[in-house]
């Protein structure tokens, strides 16, 4: 391991503790380094307060080393003006002389642009270490900005014979989760903005769609209800979270709650770009979609998703509703003690 891949690892065990709070905007960490030993360093805590630049400066006790030290940062220093002053700006203000960043921020209005400002200012920059990692740590940022939607995770789980339930319904509940993969659950929930659902989901299961096992933000239910027929007595209208409901026509029985907001859709045209296009002029960077078989296989089927959690149990059913299909040659990157296994989408690679 080199030395600057030693401090941007630093960086990176740092971003991720703004794992919750700092989306839509990315995760970012910076590590101030002189004579071998870091003087500084930050993350980006809440979207719309500090980056990690700014932060990292801030925990610098001696400014005069400012000028002997190297900055490493894990995503590119902006370059405009936002919520907050450009960071590259601010590197120059403060004297360093020397900045190593991870890998190059697709964002439209920076983009290259802020290690240009750094450069133009005579700041020697090298780009590209732990590029593949810095990248991963940002997936949903990054593809919600070069692919024009939010990142898509599809969630299911099913027995260990393949079935979402079985043919015949049991007199008691069978659940393949257990309170362990339960917090998982909320935990992925947590690291999204918005949850995806079909009516039938909504309406047999009737799911709050919430987190109530890990901390964070509520994110944005949104539920597919052509027709309106959803009762006002579930729990997506029990004003808990916010509530989109997308569908041709409204309720006049629900509209009273006010507890909701109705998306009208066109329902002769491919409604999943529709939805995806909505979301993101929402601000939404990324969507888990917990639905049932036909919602999550139509997202498949249309290639729109980038990652799926599979919660696989212990128990066969023999025959029932199978789960949905990915294409071929698709293998688990990840799997976990407790069932949970990751696919990615051959389409998104870093």
């Excluded at 002997?68 to 004297?95: D, F, N, Q, W």
């Excluded at 020697?124 to 270490?129: A, F, K, L, W």
């Excluded at 079985?166 to 309170?179: D, H, L, M, V």
Aim: with cysteine; hydrophobic share 40%.
């Amino acid at each position: 391991m080199t030395e600057d891949e030693r401090w941007m690892r630093r960086c990176l065990q740092l971003a991720r503790c703004g794992e919750i709070g700092a989306p839509p905007n990315p995760m970012v960490g910076a590590v101030i380094v002189c004579d071998g030993r870091i003087i500084g360093e930050g993350y980006h805590v809440h979207c719309g307060e500090g980056h990690a630049e700014v932060n990292a400066f801030a925990s610098v006790h001696d400014p005069e080393l400012l000028s002997r030290a190297c900055m490493y940062v894990s995503l590119e220093p902006c370059a405009h003006y936002g919520r907050t002053p450009p960071c590259a700006k601010l590197i120059i203000e403060k004297g360093v002389k020397n900045v190593v960043v991870g890998t190059v921020d697709p964002f439209a209005k920076v983009n290259g642009q802020g290690i240009r400002m750094l450069r133009e200012a005579g700041v020697n920059v090298r780009t590209g270490v732990l590029e593949k990692e810095c990248r991963l740590l940002n997936k949903r940022f990054i593809i919600s900005q070069t692919h024009d939607r939010p990142f898509i995770t599809l969630k299911w789980a099913q027995s260990a014979d393949g079935f979402l339930a079985p043919r015949i319904a049991a007199s008691s509940p069978i659940f393949i989760s257990t309170p362990q993969t339960l917090v998982h659950v909320h935990h992925l929930r947590a690291r999204h903005q918005a949850i995806l659902v079909g009516r039938r989901t909504a309406q047999l299961d009737n799911p709050s769609l919430t987190l109530r096992y890990w901390a964070g933000k509520q994110p944005l239910r949104v539920v597919f209800d052509r027709n309106g027929v959803l009762k006002s007595s579930l729990h997506i209208f029990d004003g808990q979270a916010p509530t989109l409901i997308i569908g041709e026509t409204d309720s006049d029985e629900r509209q009273r709650l006010g507890s909701y907001d109705f998306l009208p859709i066109d329902y002769s045209r491919s409604v999943l770009p529709q939805v995806l296009k909505e979301l993101k002029a929402r601000g939404v960077q990324s969507l888990l979609v917990e639905g049932g078989r036909q919602l999550l296989q139509s997202f498949i089927d249309e290639n729109l998703w980038d990652e799926t959690h599979i919660e696989v149990g212990c128990s066969n059913f023999k025959e029932g509703l199978p789960a949905p299909i990915l294409p071929p040659g698709l293998e688990a990157v990840s799997e976990s003690v407790f069932g949970h296994k990751i696919i990615q989408n051959q389409n998104y690679t870093f």
